[in-house]
């Protein structure tokens, strides 16, 4: 594919006439990020704003104590580091490619050039923001309100929702990644998928390789109404 048609694939700017995506092409950077390459480390100047286009992107803080925290993983198609870019911030969390990936850059100064040319990538913008303001409002109350179990069944359920699109799961990041989403630790994290298992509300197949059996025990996990 052409950069172009890269452009065009991309939720932000589906919709939009071919000229602007002509636009934008002269102005993305084609970024390829190794494996555990840092793409910006908190702090830095938010001076631009990125899209993965293949691969895998994880957000994340590290405490004071040194325990990093996972915010959220972006893949094909997600923009990442979109706020501080309008906002004129720093970017407020690190992020880092867990995988070889391919990341298109657009930077800052010539992005808000466009938008001003066009108001439209920003109505674009808009309904991902409202989307991604969303998904990190479930997840505070997700750490803050519920035990490692119902934060688990809830993220099990959304995979099996959004991601699979059916009961045979197959997770794409590591147990000690979604230990550090959930804000646990990995043994802790295997403890629960044990005893889900052992309820049969799951079945464990292989290490990434996850089962649903009780699709209500896991929502009445979800919401508090059962315990492990």
């Known amino acids: 594919m052409h950069i172009i048609d890269h452009i065009a694939a991309i939720p932000l700017f589906q919709g939009l006439p071919k000229e602007y995506h002509e636009d934008l092409t002269t102005i993305v950077v ?65 992020a880092e490619s867990i995988e070889e990936s391919r990341v298109f850059f657009f930077p800052r100064d010539a992005f808000i050039d466009l938008i001003r040319k066009n108001p439209s990538i920003a109505l674009s913008m808009l309904a991902v923001l409202s989307r991604r303001l969303r998904t990190f409002t479930m997840l505070i109350e997700d750490l803050s309100l519920k035990e490692v179990p119902g934060r688990l069944s809830t993220y099990l359920l959304y995979l099996s929702e959004h991601k699979n699109e059916n009961d045979h799961l197959i997770l794409d990041i590591s147990k000690g990644q979604l230990a550090s989403l959930l804000g646990t630790i990995p043994e802790t994290l295997s403890r629960i998928l044990a005893r889900m298992a052992k309820e049969e509300l799951i079945c464990l197949d292989g290490p990434r390789r996850i089962q649903i059996l009780d699709r209500n025990g896991l929502l009445e996990l979800a919401t508090g109404e059962r315990r492990l």
């Open 30 to 94: 084609d970024q390829i990020f190794r494996r555990g390459q840092i793409i910006f480390s908190e702090g830095d100047e938010g001076n631009g704003l990125y899209v993965v286009i293949s691969g895998r992107v994880k957000i994340f803080k590290v405490s004071q104590e040194g325990k990093e925290q996972i915010l959220h993983f972006f893949g094909q198609g997600e923009p990442f580091g979109e706020v501080p870019v309008f906002a004129g911030e720093l970017f407020p969390a690190h």
